[in-house]
């Protein structure tokens, strides 16, 4: 049995009935596939009828042409499951969607071209776009909800006010997303500030909101600029994201759950951001840069209603009252936390890892970008011979982290976190830096800026001349690597760059958080699942290991640390813990 959903003059419609939303934003990339379900129901439980989702365009495609919507990208899987849990779906392709993801969800072999102008009507843009919306689109129309399936609203584009405001560029968004078959009501959404409303208006997209706080305020703002049909806050903002070497931000469940009344009194529809938020698995997490760089942490857990790992909150609970005073609320019971297994491990010591899985790229008269070696590339070793019988000032533009060595010898960092681009280096022979990129800005014009080395690097301010001998860090092959590598016994602490790994055991599969204070800066894998990065600066001390990687019996932790000295023992924890203070 099919249904119709459709805007009307004050509301939304099912059947030609007036009908709110009142839906989470859950992503499907940061939550494991074999978990979805369990997502979802309890979004269901909390009142909601509705899940929302961005479309990462870089994870479905990181090389051009190498489209994937197998496993944890499964977008009609999961929609599907959403359907089967008796709930709609609003889905966000983008093209650009931000979600603090590395990018913004854009290829870097898409924007490390420095001719294509991005989120425009750029012709090279517009066509690299319309392959990717029309994959999207062959997902999303039969999963609509005028044919029997869940989705009732799709976004084009994403806060582009804030960006641009190139009309045509919105409009070939448009004819693109109707001819892939999408008949549902098209949206756009933008902060309630009038330039960024204008900007990213359409005569063929019904406005919405972003926003936390200011109710009344900031829904009029958005009725002046959308005069009829119904009120939507897209993202009604209930926690925030975290950057490394800031602190764990928290918001007042109950300032959060007020607001939300508010909106719900109002007779608005609403999508809470985030229901869910997940974790930033591998090298997905984004960065920010208004000034100063500012990249993500692996946790998304965004303090929602539902944590990181699947937990029922006080938020969660404070919003499910909030609810079920404006609709109904399932009567069902609501489980409640469980403390996770605590194995400690032994580690072995695996020397030289980034060796195991470097490739060598050949010499280059000057240091190239990340960009121009091939898309995603994240770790970069630059080799050159600088002899010099004295100390020298060093000089270069890092993106974004950089532990310098004079003749192997580590001899200092520089971090683009804190604004370093000079080093006292000793006499010597040769120089290296191992650079490491810790997040691709997603938002505003900093979006596709290069990585790596930028420009000439200098000792005492003249030019480093090549050849520099380059080698390219195959991040993801790590954890396979050092597996099967020879490895040593750990007595005491081990150095980085090193390899670590042990055996533990569990009576049953089991969400984990691996204790990450032993270390300093790297990654962490568990039976193979990449984990991500930690970082001992914070605020982050935990990763999330999902349930459904690990098993009964023997499990496998890999640990790639990049430059402290690393504990020979790794620990799990009971809980989170998400909010030390910054060291």
Not at 263 to 279: Q, R
Not at 455 to 482: H, K, M, N, Y
Not at 539 to 560: D, K
Request: with cysteine.
């Amino acid at each position: 049995m099919t249904s119709r959903f459709a805007i009307g003059e004050t509301d939304f419609l099912l059947d030609g009935q007036p009908h709110r939303i009142i839906s989470g934003a859950l992503h499907y990339p940061r939550v494991h596939p074999d978990l979805w379900r369990d997502r979802i129901r309890k979004a269901r439980l909390m009142g909601l009828n509705a899940i929302e989702t961005y479309v990462m365009w870089n994870a479905h495609e990181p090389v051009q042409g190498r489209w994937d919507a197998t496993g944890a990208l499964d977008l009609g899987r999961f929609l599907d499951i959403v359907a089967e849990e008796g709930m709609h779906a609003i889905v966000r392709p983008g093209p650009y969607v931000c979600a603090e993801w590395h990018g913004g969800g854009l290829p870097t072999w898409l924007t490390s071209d420095r001719d294509l102008r991005l989120r425009s009507s750029d012709p090279r843009y517009l066509a690299a776009v319309t392959s990717y919306l029309e994959k999207v689109n062959a997902i999303v129309a039969p999963r609509q909800i005028d044919t029997g399936g869940s989705v009732i609203l799709v976004q084009i584009e994403n806060e582009y006010g804030a960006y641009g405001s190139d009309k045509d560029y919105l409009a070939e968004l448009i004819r693109v997303t109707r001819a892939g078959g999408i008949t549902v009501p098209l949206t756009q959404v933008d902060q309630p500030i009038p330039h960024m409303l204008e900007g990213g208006a359409h005569e063929g997209l019904h406005k919405t909101g972003s926003f936390g706080g200011r109710i009344d305020e900031r829904l009029a703002v958005l009725r002046e600029h959308q005069p009829t049909g119904p009120l939507m806050c897209m993202e009604f903002w209930c926690g925030w994201f975290d950057h490394w070497g800031e602190k764990h931000h928290t918001t007042t469940f109950a300032d959060s759950a007020a607001d939300l009344d508010r909106l719900l009194a109002a007779g608005a529809s609403v999508n809470i951001y985030m229901v869910h938020g997940g974790t930033n698995f591998g090298l997905t997490a984004g960065a920010n840069d208004s000034g100063r760089y500012l990249p993500m942490v692996t946790s998304y857990d965004y303090d929602s209603p539902i944590s990181e790992s699947g937990d029922i909150t006080e938020k969660f609970r404070a919003f499910r009252d909030v609810i079920a005073k404006h609709a109904p609320v399932p009567d069902e019971p609501l489980p409640e936390p469980v403390d996770a297994p605590t194995p400690t491990v032994r580690l072995e010591a695996v020397a030289s890892p980034l060796d195991l899985v470097a490739t060598s790229r050949g010499e280059f008269a000057a240091p190239p970008t990340m960009d121009e070696l091939g898309a995603d590339v994240v770790l970069v070793e630059y080799r050159v011979d600088a002899p010099l019988d004295r100390p020298a000032v060093l000089r270069a533009e890092v993106r974004d982290h950089a532990w310098v060595r004079r003749d192997g010898t580590l001899v200092g960092r520089l971090q683009r976190t804190l604004g370093d681009d000079t080093l006292i280096v000793p006499a010597g022979s040769e120089l290296s830096l191992l650079v490491e990129e810790t997040g691709r800005v997603n938002y505003d014009t900093k979006i596709g800026e290069p990585k790596g080395l930028i420009g000439d690097v200098q000792l005492d301010g003249a030019p480093v001349t090549g050849p520099w001998r380059v080698r390219t860090i195959d991040v993801p092959a790590l954890a396979v690597a050092v597996t099967a590598a020879d490895a040593t016994p750990l007595d005491g602490p081990a150095v980085g760059p090193v390899g670590l790994r042990g055996a533990f055991e569990l009576a049953a599969s089991a969400d984990l958080f691996l204790d990450s204070r032993g270390w300093g800066k790297g990654y962490a894998w568990v039976n193979g699942f990449f984990l991500g990065r930690y970082w001992r600066r914070g605020p982050q001390r935990t990763l999330y290991v999902p349930g459904p990687v690990t098993r009964a019996g023997a499990n496998q932790l890999v640990i790639v640390e990049l430059e402290e000295t690393a504990e020979p023992t790794a620990r799990f924890l009971a809980r989170p813990d998400l909010g030390h203070e910054v060291e």
